[in-house]
């Protein structure tokens, strides 16, 4: 099958499930590269609004609470892993965008900028999840503080 042919039906919004099992199939054995299903995502730039939100909010209390000494460990933490994670995109999902166009185009090396790409989500989606864990557990713990 060809790229456009598939393209065009990934894209038809009446798929029923075994025909995207058969496309994912394709995508795993190599037939079709992923940048043939992959819409280019223009409002993920919208979506760093809320990471720089996350670090901004982070350190707006590690700083009005740094004298606590049993919560000012876990924002500190918190806020580092916002940070990474920032820097994460910046050193290795951004350029991966922008050598593909946003997956719109494919370059000579498209299978290792993938990779980076997929790992730098994964580290990111940890680090993302850690630092919001950190926040829970302080607010539980300030809060348990407050009662007393």
Request: charged share 20%.
């Amino acid at each position: 099958m060809a790229r456009a042919t598939l393209a065009a039906q990934i894209r038809s919004p009446d798929l029923v499930y075994i025909e995207r099992y058969q496309i994912h199939r394709w995508i795993m054995v190599g037939a079709v590269p992923p940048v043939a299903i992959q819409e280019p995502v223009h409002d993920m730039l919208r979506m760093g609004i809320f990471e720089i939100g996350a670090v901004l909010f982070t350190m707006t209390w590690t700083i009005v609470d740094n004298r606590k000494k049993k919560i000012f460990p876990l924002l500190l933490t918190a806020l580092l892993c916002f940070m990474v994670s920032i820097a994460i995109f910046f050193i290795f999902t951004y350029p991966a965008n922008k050598a593909s166009l946003n997956w719109t185009q494919l370059p000579d090396d498209w299978q290792i900028l993938q990779k980076n790409w997929e790992y730098s989500h994964a580290a990111r989606a940890i680090l993302n999840l850690v630092g919001f864990s950190f926040l829970i557990v302080t607010l539980l713990k300030d809060r348990k503080s407050s009662f007393r």
